[in-house]
T-cell receptor, first 109, second 114 residues
Framework: GQNIDQPTEMTATEGAIVQINCTYQ??????LFWYQQHAGEAPTFLSY??LDGLEEKGRFSSFLSRSKGYSYLLLKELQMKDSASYLC??????????WGAGTKLIIKP | IAGITQAPTSQILAAGRRMTLRCTQD?????MYWYRQDLGLGLRLIHY???????GKGEVPDGYSVSRANTDDFPLTLASAVPSQTSVYFC?????????????FGEGSRLTVL
């Protein structure tokens, strides 16, 4: 079956660094996506990885290891506004997204 | 720039009633999707449309129907609502091709079925 696993909740301190892990099992693979969703709002696209390695975009970076079925989202210099849920999604061979339940990130001052 | 507009934003309805959630996009995206989001679960695909005139079933299509008469509109209909359809519904679109996984979401429609 297809499955995306990520931690339910994480807590970090303002100004620090946090890594949110995601493991995936999909029928075929056409990329790994990360989205941010603030409470009560719509998800917004953060990053896309299809090749192994690290993609950096400002304070946010995303890493992919296809051989391990593993990805992480790295958030640096955490700000209070980064408090949100982070959704990991894998794209299968039919180009359908399989979504994890999301990781709620709580930032403390 | 509106992006994707959903209506209504919130609705309470009695079980057995018919309900249509509206979704309109102004980005001329080919693909559109309906998801439901429930606490503790990932987004689940209900129906999708890769282009105007075509639709397909997602992971949880039972009890729902869609139509795609044109590029911009993708309404979702619950023929006879049941309490298990209480959820937050998100409409999304993408321009397809290499960007298929980069979805643009509407603000959601919170539906409560009593």
């Amino acid at each position: 079956g297809q499955n995306i696993d990520q931690p339910t909740e994480m807590t970090a301190t303002e100004g620090a660094i946090v890594q949110i892990n995601c493991t995936y099992q999909t029928s075929g693979f056409n990329g790994l996506f990360w989205y941010q969703q603030h409470a009560g709002e719509a998800p917004t696209f953060l990053s896309y990885n299809v090749l192994d390695g690290l993609e950096e975009k400002g304070r946010f970076s995303s890493f992919l290891s296809r051989s391990k079925g593993y990805s992480y989202l790295l958030l640096k210099e955490l700000q209070m506004k980064d408090s949100a849920s982070y959704l990991c999604a894998g794209m299968d061979s039919n180009y359908q997204l399989i979504w994890g339940a999301g990781t709620k990130l709580i930032i403390k001052p | 720039i509106a992006g994707i507009t959903q209506a209504p934003t919130s609705q309470i309805l009695a079980a057995g009633r018919r309900m249509t959630l509206r979704c309109t996009q102004d980005m001329r995206h080919n693909a559109m999707y309906w998801y439901r989001q429930d606490l503790g679960l990932g987004l689940r695909l209900i129906h999708y449309s890769n282009t105007a005139g075509t639709t397909g079933k997602g992971e949880v299509p039972d009890g729902y129907s869609v139509s795609r008469a044109n590029t911009d509109d993708f309404p979702l209909t619950l023929a006879s609502a049941v309490p298990s359809q209480t959820s937050v519904y998100f409409c999304a679109s993408s321009d397809g091709g290499e960007n298929t996984g980069e979805l643009f979401f509407g603000e959601g429609s919170r539906l409560t079925v009593l």
